[in-house]
């Protein structure tokens, strides 16, 4: 059974270019997460999607961040400008409907961003 | 907001010693998950905790939920290079979906 599937693993990309970060849930999960890993801030919940649609976008930095789920079995996040501060590991997770499998999340491997 | 804090921050232990970290969430949980995250890997579901005062083993591994339900620790006996890897609590709270990550807990074991 594949895992959570993101692309690309590693991009280094220069400041100000548009950067699109993608996702592939497993199949039958129907709620979807874009996180962001950082050694200062940690794991922070960037955007949340049920069903396909945006729940909860309070964790998305600023106007340069979108997210968008167009069905169940892709993601894009995307940055435009990027900046250096950006420089993170974005992981991409979903979990399965309410009641089963206990709410566990299952992360992707994560997209290692770097802006120069 | 909600926060969920862990301590240690990092933690250093020989192999074969014990090791613990304790996650504190700054409001009332309704169930509380661990994750494992390998150097240069990604999070995995280790476990989910529900009832107050719950405690759950899996092997050298004991977690516990507090009375509470406003903290959680992980314990691990007899610790092994293969535990190295940063250890995070996750907390719910009632009528959310949201899993509020804690700061994580990184453990390195010294052969």
């Known amino acids: 059974d594949a895992g959570v599937i993101q692309s690309p693993r590693h991009e280094v990309t220069e400041m100000g270019q548009e950067v699109t970060l993608r996702c592939k849930p497993i199949s039958g999960h129907n709620s979807l997460f874009w996180y962001r890993q950082t050694m200062m801030r940690g794991l922070e919940l960037l955007i949340y999607f049920n069903n396909n649609v945006p729940i909860d976008d309070s964790g998305m930095p600023e106007d340069r961040f979108s997210a968008k789920m167009p069905n169940a079995s892709f993601s894009t996040l995307k940055i435009q400008p990027s900046e250096p501060r950006d420089s993170a590991v974005y992981f991409c997770?979903?979990?399965?409907?309410?009641?089963?499998?206990?709410?566990?999340?299952?992360f992707g491997e994560g997209s290692w961003l770097t802006v120069v | 907001g909600q926060q969920v804090m862990q301590i240690p921050q990092y933690q250093h232990v020989q192999e074969g010693e014990d090791f613990t970290t304790y996650c504190n969430s700054s409001t009332t949980l309704s169930n509380i998950q661990w994750y494992k995250q390998r150097p240069g890997g990604h999070p995995v579901f280790l476990i989910q905790?529900?009832?107050?005062?719950e405690v759950k083993k899996q092997k050298r591994l004991t977690f516990q939920f507090g009375e509470a339900k406003k903290n959680s620790s992980l314990h691990i006996t007899a610790t092994q290079t293969t535990d190295v890897g940063t250890y995070f609590c996750?907390?719910?709270?009632?009528?959310?979906?949201?899993?509020?990550f804690g700061t994580g807990t990184r453990l390195k074991v010294l052969a």
């Open positions: 905790l529900v009832k107050s005062g």
């Open positions: 996750a907390g719910q709270t009632s009528g959310t979906y949201k899993y509020i």
């Open positions: 997770a979903s979990s399965p409907p309410f009641g089963k499998s206990r709410n566990t999340i299952y």
